[in-house]
């Protein structure tokens, strides 16, 4: 049969399709005879022909792994001693590779104990005095290792030693890379013995790696995969030697002798070690080092006659850009890493002196390096260059706009679009100088360039969509500039651009849009219904912006449209099969249900089951193979086609597979879906209880997920679930609903809480207290009643307050100070946590959190210290002032520790700090009654002064709250002659409206205490109420108080009412006397 089967093996190998058609049907016959392995075997030890041989090796390895428990005894028996004889005779590379993956499946099934022959054959040949013959030891160990390395596991510790020896064979770059291999796959087994075995290893491993690099660069690459595996699961191992590996991997990124590939992998681990060690890197004095690498990589022009790839005039989206793997990208992006993990007074301080010079320099390719440090440092540093640089570095990019050189345009584009993404709400103040800049030189750009267009709207779209009511000047020449995209241009690319740029004008304008509401509408029904291909990226970007729309444009106006967008995002999952629309469908119907609530019911089972499908689907997965094994996969599916494997039998022969990838098309699919079921649950309640176990249950099995977004989002969504669930018991108390809420609880709280401990992304954890406080804040009390829950809650919370989760480097070596700078990430981690505290304050009341306060205290006074940043302070400030505020009488018993504080505070340099401190002040008087009453003239003292001269809104109307509180608490204690005349001058409030309510009480108060000094400034204040009566600023309690208050006065003081009411402009004056005569 062996000559027969070599025969069908040859012509499977010739150039002709019938020859090859015949051969696989032969070999499907000749599969049907179980005599076809033994002669497979014959072929692998006697075929002249190598590729004959690993032919024979694979179809064998393939036939065990999904056959293995059929296989006789005697026959797996007989397989051994030809692989270990094949493996000895065998010269051909290619086949020793598949010969030694035939080794590791059959190890798999059998464990290498009950094949000590093989055991015996790695020990001796890895050890061999022959060069040839430790590579094929080496070789055979990595490939077994890789596929058991479990069942390893007891050799691990003579192995550890081997690799010491191993690792030194220069001279034989195989056996060295094998050995890495292998040390990669051992990595995440090992326990402590082995770690210790491993440390001293490090430097031999750079020496190894190094030696690769001159032999082979691919390889030396693939090699230093071990330190991604060792800072995923033994940092440990590599912290003493983090010098020398950072040193080690800027040697590599620096060499431009050397590939792309490997330089961008050396910046990857430099980068990867700054997310988990940012504070060594900053102790050991490494950030010079690793700047002045970097810079000059940036500051590199093309090859001549070259451009970029971001400069090039593409279609491409701005984000896909900086994605390209290039050592000029990937050198922003680990800029963008030391700017998310390192303190920025840290970074600006070694950063500033490269940047500048680049900035002025005359070459066009270091003035584009400056500006793209400047784009990068946006998200991670964005409080410090709010305080610090934001005026000088938007100049900067002002004027970079009009550089002749359309490289530094491009890059100031980009980085304005960073900023504007980052920076808000400080850079819209800057909306006069940047706004007219912008829509000039979207003028001035030929709208065939597609990629320089893309650039302009990348910057435009992310200025204009936090603008609010400042984009109103602008709106008609934007809005006519789109819509003549829209209805002229003969570019897509333009259109798209223009749809996802009406989507940016409308979170802006809101109802300000209205004007323009139809003739935008028409334009994107125009698109959604075309099934033409070409049109399909504007078709997607229309679905988003339709969504945008229907959240902005207001309820009444969207409502006659909602059933129809409904039918049609239902009709375009149906017939468009892309990953990209049905996300921006998830995301239309998620903005529907703001818009129509319980009214989706109709829809609900279709849309739930479209996007759990997209939530369980593997589409968009790719497994990567083994170049050698490529060729045979194909036909191995063919000669299975016919059989029948039980699942019991079938083992995934995965030696082939060398790794995944999924595109991340559907990963943002998946994402979204995520987002909008939680959504979708809130706002259409008691409706999505028939899908909400099924939903909750497909979305909870991936809070693991391999991918960040996708498990934010999957956390998010659950703690929706939740909230969800709890509106409906309340307004359903039934049994079911109460328990089912419970049920839930009891779930996602102890999988937030380990989760909160253990995950190592930060943002991971900020989305999981985020999602907890929000639990917290519409559940409240009901959501504690569990038994120890509040402990369990308050434990983690106090965790990340001492930085004792694993995602704050919990084991960083060096001793920490109170003092010691922060990544600003790291502080807005501290910010989430924080938050919880008043909202767990308001949901038990005060008596039972006071000692949980207790605790919490000093781990926020210290943070208020003159030292700590503006961000910790006001963080600290604020969540002690709303703790105050929820905690009631209980509070008492703090006054000694926290009115020196706030006073400190009061006097702040800084505004926020100021004005949460004032806040506490007005809530701490509030609370503390009686104790603070001894306190008011110095307390009044201080407001005093801080009105007299304060610029900032948000300052004076906290200190209007903060009087207002003190004189419903404690009338007698203020001097109201004098104080109530400067109240009613700081009025109306402009920025923290939310003391509307606490102004408007106060007036009504003071009206029945002392009605004369009410009448005796009724003008100022007639004004002030009719620009808060009947909206959002009030609450219905406050309402209704100010209601009553304009009922009484014209009755009883009518004469006053009149003069004072026709005093006040007159859209007022008509909306109080609706108010009176109603």
């Known amino acids: 049969m062996a000559e027969i089967l070599e025969k069908i093996l040859n012509n499977l190998l010739e150039p002709d399709t019938a020859l090859i058609q015949q051969a696989t049907a032969q070999l499907k016959d000749a599969f049907k005879d179980p005599s076809v392995v033994p002669a497979l075997c014959n072929i692998l030890a006697s075929s002249p022909n190598p590729q004959i041989r690993q032919f024979a090796a694979v179809l064998v390895r393939r036939r065990v792994a999904k056959h293995w428990k059929k296989l006789s005894v005697d026959l797996k028996e007989n397989l051994k001693p030809v692989v270990l004889q094949s493996l000895q005779q065998e010269h051909e590379h290619k086949v020793r590779h598949s010969v030694a993956q035939l080794a590791a499946i059959i190890v798999k099934h059998e464990t290498p104990e009950k094949w000590p022959q093989l055991l015996q054959f790695i020990t001796q040949w890895t050890k061999s005095s022959v060069p040839e013959e430790r590579q094929v030891g080496m070789l055979l160990l990595s490939t077994v290792v890789d596929i058991s390395t479990e069942s390893f596991k007891r050799h691990f510790r003579e192995l550890m030693r081997l690799f010491h020896q191993t690792l030194e064979d220069h001279d034989n770059p195989l056996v060295v890379f094998y050995t890495i291999q292998t040390l990669t796959a051992v990595v995440s087994y090992m326990g402590t013995d082995e770690v210790n075995l491993m440390r001293p290893m490090i430097p031999k491993l750079l020496i190894a790696i190094q030696t690769l690099i001159q032999h082979n660069q691919d390889q030396a690459s693939e090699a230093m995969e071990v330190f991604d595996e060792l800072m995923e699961s033994e940092v440990s191992i590599i912290v003493p030697y983090l010098s020398q590996i950072v040193h080690f991997c800027l040697e590599i990124a620096a060499n431009a002798l050397l590939g792309d590939n490997i330089r961008v992998k050396a910046l990857s681990c ?29 500051c590199a022009p093309p090859p001549e006659g070259q451009m970029d790839p971001e400069d090039l005039d593409l279609e491409d989206d701005i984000e896909d850009e900086v994605e390209a793997q290039t050592p000029k990208h990937f050198s922003a992006q680990v800029i963008d890493m030391l700017a998310l993990h390192l303190p920025p007074e840290k970074l600006f301080s070694q950063l500033t002196p490269l940047m500048e010079p680049a900035l002025r ?40 706009l009009t550089d002749q050189s359309q490289v530094v345009r491009n890059a100031a584009l980009f980085a304005l679009g960073q900023f504007s993404e980052f920076l808000q709400p400080d850079i819209s103040k800057y909306s006069d100088e940047i706004m007219p800049l912008l829509l000039n030189y979207l003028g001035t750009i030929d709208n065939s360039k597609g990629g320089h267009l893309t650039k302009a709207y990348y910057a435009l779209e992310n200025f204009v969509e936090n603008l609010g009511k400042k984009i109103e000047p602008y709106l008609p020449t934007l809005m006519e500039r789109m819509l003549t995209a829209l209805c002229s241009s003969s570019s897509n690319r333009e259109k798209e651009l223009a749809v996802s740029a009406i989507g940016a004008i409308a979170s802006a304008a809101k109802e300000a849009l209205l004007p323009y509401f139809e003739a935008v509408i028409v334009q994107l029904k125009g698109y959604l219904v075309n099934t033409s291909e070409e049109l399909r990226q504007v078709q997607i970007q229309s679905l988003e912006t339709l969504g945008v729309l229907a959240r902005t444009i207001g309820k009444e106006t969207f409502l006659p449209l909602s059933e129809e967008c409904c039918q049609l995002g239902l009709n375009l999952i149906d017939h468009v099969d892309d990953p990209d629309l049905r996300r921006c469908t998830y995301s239309l119907f998620a903005a529907l249900s703001v818009v129509i609530g319980p009214s989706m019911a109709p829809h609900l089972e279709k849309m739930t089951t479209v996007m759990l499908l997209s939530i369980k689907s593997t589409e968009g997965v790719t497994a990567h193979y083994d170049n050698d094994s490529k060729t045979f996969l194909l036909l191995d599916d063919d000669l299975d086609e016919e059989e029948t494997i039980t699942e019991e039998e079938e083992d995934d022969d995965d030696a082939d597979i060398t790794g995944f990838s999924v595109e991340n098309a559907y990963l943002d699919e998946k994402e979204d879906a995520c987002d909008a079921l939680g959504e979708i649950a809130v706002n259409t309640g008691a409706a999505f209880m028939p899908f909400m176990e099924t939903c909750f249950e497909e979305i909870f099995r991936i809070t693991d997920y391999p991918h960040v977004n996708v498990r934010k989002s999957a956390y998010e969504a659950v703690g929706q679930f939740c909230c969800a669930l709890y509106k409906v018991a309340q307004e359903n108390p039934t049994d079911q609903n109460l328990e089912g809420f419970q049920k839930l609880l009891s779930m996602v709280f102890p999988n937030y809480l380990k989760t909160i401990q253990d995950e190592k992304d930060r943002l991971v954890v900020m989305t999981i207290l985020e999602s907890m406080n929000n639990v917290l804040k519409n559940c409240k009390g009901d959501a504690l009643k569990e038994p120890g829950r509040l402990d369990e809650i308050c434990k983690a919370i106090r965790n990340v307050l001492q930085k004792k ?52 205290l000093p781990l926020l006074l210290c943070k208020t210290k003159p030292s700590c940043t503006v961000a910790e302070k006001s963080f600290a400030i604020g969540s002690i002032a709303e703790t105050i505020q929820a905690m009631g009488p209980a509070t008492v018993q703090f006054v000694p520790r926290l009115l020196p504080m706030l006073q400190a505070g009061a006097r702040d340099t800084d505004d926020e700090v100021r004005s949460n401190s004032v806040f506490g002040i007005g809530v701490l008087a509030e609370q503390g009654k009686e104790v603070i009453f001894d306190h008011y003239p110095s307390l009044l003292n201080i407001l005093s002064s801080i009105i007299a001269r304060e610029q900032n809104r948000r300052v004076v109307d ?3 709250g903060a009087v207002s509180r003190m004189m419903m608490t404690n009338l007698a204690g203020v001097p109201v002659d004098q104080v109530f005349p400067v109240l009613v001058r700081s009025l109306p409030l402009k920025e923290d409206l939310e003391e509307n309510v606490t102004v408007i009480n106060c007036i009504t108060f003071m009206y029945k205490s002392n009605p004369n000094q009410v009448i005796r400034h009724l003008q100022q204040l007639l004004a002030v109420f009719g620009e808060v009566i009947g909206t959002e600023q009030l609450t219905e309690e406050s309402q209704t108080a100010l209601v009553m208050l304009l009922k009484d006065i014209p009755q009883r003081f009518p004469q006053e009412f009149q003069t004072a009411l026709m005093a006040i402009p007159q859209e007022a004056a008509k909306k109080l006397s609706a108010v009176v005569s109603s």
């Open 270 to 298: 430099v980068s990867f070690l700054i997310k988990l060690k940012g504070k060594a890197i900053v102790k050991q004095k490494l950030l010079p080092s690793i700047l002045n690498v970097l810079y000059p990589i940036m």
């Open 361 to 400: 320099s005359d070459n066009p390719y270091e003035r584009k390096a400056g500006l793209m440090s400047m784009a990068v440092l946006a998200e991670g540093c964005a409080d410090h260059i709010r305080q610090k640089h934001l005026h000088p570095m938007l100049h900067c990019m002002c004027q970079a």
């Open 805 to 856: 989760t694993t995602c704050q480097d919990p084991e960083n070596e060096e001793t920490e100070s109170d003092e010691e700078q922060e990544a600003e990430y790291d502080s807005m981690l501290l910010e989430y946590a924080g938050e919880g505290i008043p909202l767990l304050a308001a949901a038990v009341g005060g008596q039972i959190f006071a000692p949980y306060f207790a605790a919490f």
């Open 958 to 960: 906290n200190v209007c």
